[in-house]
């Protein structure tokens, strides 16, 4: 478990704790921030008791694969959000999935992320004297937003929850702005392998990364829809607050933008790839062609003198099998010469 808490009254300024017991601080300070890494059930139980949860929401917290959400509890709101993993670990998950190496996948997912293999859930619950933030596996982003509010209190815990609801959102949409990023490097790649070596390329891998791609935009864009909530009539959210949320939500557009041009090239190469493959198959056809014709001239003239007559010329010459052949030699040549002069070759 990894809690951090942070308090601010106007008196004491910013109070900073790192453990449940230190909850009970929240209930004089005027503004609680409390932030919490488990996967303990009674941990997120503890919390929501003191702060009076609902118990449907807490089961939201606890349920892994959770897609995002926004609901009003009267005194709070709850959200859900899926904060993309840093781009060096969704890197290793592509690059292990890609070796059908499962034992490796299973231990960079755990056992939360099975339906959406590149994001983590964080949970959040927002009101006018308390912000809480949960999630059951690692943000490394949020214990830095937790030391930037410590930081400079009074641009961030001193003018509201909303504000440093705020801070986390942008920061969590601008991390998957970069994990998107990341893909775009690797359609480059793709299509780099493609073109020089086609034969080790496997389409399936662009069909995989297409289906990737647009579980990633359906999630951005129920989170964009909840974003859009906050920034326009959500409680809690002060109305001065609301452009920058407003902010976050053309962020959450353009990410979808960036998803949209990625899944695109993803076609583009598909079609390439399978323009490619049709070119190589029609010179191969050629080939054939081409070695077909220039048998068949000669599968006659070897017939000719195959056939079961005394008077065939040549037959009993001592040259005639090198006349023959040279026959076969000049036709064949002949041929050539009128295929690559018609640009058959």
Known sequence: MQITILTYSPEKGVEHFEALKDLKECTSAKISWVDLQSDDPDEIKAIASHFRLHELAVEDCLTPGHFPKLEDFGSYLFMIFRAIKASPEVEQIWRSRLQADPQVTEELLGDEDHEEVFTRKVAVFLSDKFIITFRRRDVPWLDAVTRQVRQYPERTIAQGTDVVGHRV???????????????????????????????????????????????????????????????????????????????IDDHALSIIKTIDKEIDGLLGLRDTYFAMANVRLGDTMRILAVITTLAAPLNIVVGLYGMNFEAIPLLHSPHGFWLVCVTMIVLVGLMLAFFRRKQWL
Do not use: P, T
């Open 169 to 247: 959102l942008d920061v969590l949409f601008d991390r998957f702005a970069r994990g998107v990023g990341f893909f775009e490097n690797l359609i480059d790649e793709m299509e780099l392998q493609a073109i020089a070596d086609q034969d080790q390329f496997d389409v399936r891998q662009v069909m995989s990364l297409k289906k990737d791609l647009a579980s990633l935009r359906q999630l951005m864009r129920e989170q964009r829809g909840v974003v859009a909530r906050l920034g326009s009539d959500a409680d809690f959210i002060h109305e001065k607050q609301r452009r920058y949320y407003r902010d």
